[in-house]
């Protein structure tokens, strides 16, 4: 394992209640990268993400931040250097956008310091960087999910931490509004944060991951760049499925096509 | 609107400032009218007089032993109701989740119904209403957890609780000789009539000390409203927040009901109302706390004076009032 990664987990073992997700799971975050992780329903994706956020603790193991363990850090201390964008959290009745998004400087105000000048820089930078500034005193509810969802991601970008989580950040969002909010990820990556999302669909995952862990039955089956990791061997290790690999005609990138099941090319 | 002098800063909803000072007027010209104005009217000069102890004896008896301690404890139980409703209200994510929805104030009812049955003082009565809370609230949450309290759980439990200590509270009164059942019966309507300063004591101790945490969970509590996960992501500690809230909360709907009966609708209204006249998003503690010391209050005097001499709980009038107030505020809500 990596020991220079800021964030890592060393024999995790994740459990919900009496259901064991994963034994044993060792992962290390490459710093400055954009992870994604990606597998099956119930590989355990979405449970590793919530260890390394700290949300679940894992029964065995440790999760690692700076070398530190990650719960023996202050938790505000953590809210300073990692951020999560949850996959679902729950709007404020009647919060206008710019009150949402101020209050991801949480972390970084005290008592007699609710809102400092660097406050004020950081709401407009994630505002304008998110493109929602326009709506600043629009009402959240009343949105579009689009929209909500780049608001969120305002929130948590208005924490300004150099890593950033999210679980899930494209579901139920329209393909466009998809794309829209992985864009912005990317540019927030090439920015210098690292960025660690879960992901559902595979070929947006090899577009935009600069490492990808690919996951099934609560273990790591492959990880690394994807150009390198994904083949057809493994989508069919990983997802049951059969399918061909092309380069994304725009990035390069695997594509995966699934083998036609019921009708097979006319051409042939 | 943001207020720095040096690296301090405090943030301000103008809004809710003004809100707050209406309240806060409001509740001092109702404690004026209540002190003046009955059977005896007494005029706002001797009333200072009285207070000072300078006053006529009879002004000196009315207003320093009959009228003062009424018109003290109901500002205090009204805020301790506003307060504790504001708190669950918050934590269930829900208007339901009122203590006098989920069984808290229905437990506080049968600790303090069985105190009258048996027989005992004024003391006993409060005792009982407490330990009644207190023993509710427990059992409440031991039946919704479930690796966690979930707010819909909560209110489903307690909705539960509180239909299963009525029936309770009606069977002790059928039960009870009818003396007792009618003096139970006046109690469980709420009421502030015939209160000392004995009674205005205990709730004031509690609110020295549970609104001074309360106000300083505030901004905790309402990032928990997002979702304990964007809570913790802001590292906020959700479960010692949670419980010191849970704490507060029963200690103030059990002391307030303690001293007044289980006045209802209170903890209901006064955070609803308090949220849609200061326009924030999620429910505000201290506005909340304010608006159910003028509610119950300005209740208490209607009851007095409204169809005198006949003396109404201030239970039917909190509901009256409130109610009316509530649905015509629901009426204007936009969202």
Partial sequence: ?268 | MNVRVGSWSVRLAPRALLVSVVLVVAGFLVTVAALSTGEFTVPVPDIVSAIFGQGTPVAELIVGKLRAPRVVTGLLVGAAFGLSGAIFQSLTRNPLGSPDFIGFTAGASTGGILAVVAGGSAMTIAGGALAGCVVTAALVYLLAYRGGVQGYRLVLVGIGANALLVAVNSYILTRANINDAANAGAWLTGSLGGRGWEHAWPVALALLVLLPLCLSIARPMRMIEMGDDAAKAMGIRVEVVRAAAVTAGVLLSGVATAAAGPVIFVALAAPQLARRLTRSPGVTLASSALMGAVLLTAADLAAQRVLAPTQLPVGVLTAAIGGTYLVLLLRKDRH
């Fill in chain 1, 1 to 268: 394992m990596d020991s220079a990664c800021r964030l890592s987990g060393a024999g995790l073992t994740l459990a919900y209640d009496q259901r064991v997700v994963a034994t044993d799971l060792t992962v290390a975050i490459p710093d400055e990268s954009f992870t994604v992780i990606i597998g099956p329903n119930a590989c355990g994706k979405s449970t590793l993400l919530r260890a390394l956020a700290r949300m679940l603790k894992p029964r065995t193991g440790a999760v690692h931040l700076d070398g530190s363990v990650i719960t023996s850090l202050p938790s505000k201390e953590v809210a300073r250097r990692l951020g999560l964008l949850p996959q679902s959290s729950i709007v404020p009745d009647g919060i206008t956008v710019a009150d949402l998004v101020a209050r991801g400087r949480y972390p970084h105000q005290k008592l007699m310091r609710q809102w400092s000048k660097a406050d004020e820089a950081a709401v407009s930078e994630a505002m304008r960087a998110t493109d929602v500034a326009e709506l600043a005193d629009r009402i959240v509810d009343e949105l579009s999910g689009g929209q909500r969802q780049r608001v969120w991601l305002a929130m948590a970008l208005a924490q300004e931490t150099p890593i950033l989580l999210l679980d899930e950040p494209t579901t139920f969002l329209d393909i466009s509004h998809q794309i829209e909010v992985l864009d912005l990820c990317a540019e927030l990556h090439e920015q210098g944060r690292t960025m660690v999302a879960v992901l559902h669909d595979l070929n947006q995952a090899c577009r935009y991951a600069t490492h990808l862990i690919v996951m099934r039955g609560g273990r790591i089956v492959a990880e690394g760049d994807p150009t390198e990791i994904v083949t057809s061997e493994l989508v069919h290790e990983v997802f049951d499925l059969r399918c061909e690999i092309i380069p994304d005609p725009q990035s390069g990138t695997p594509l995966i096509v699934p083998e036609a099941r019921r009708r097979v090319a006319a051409s042939s």
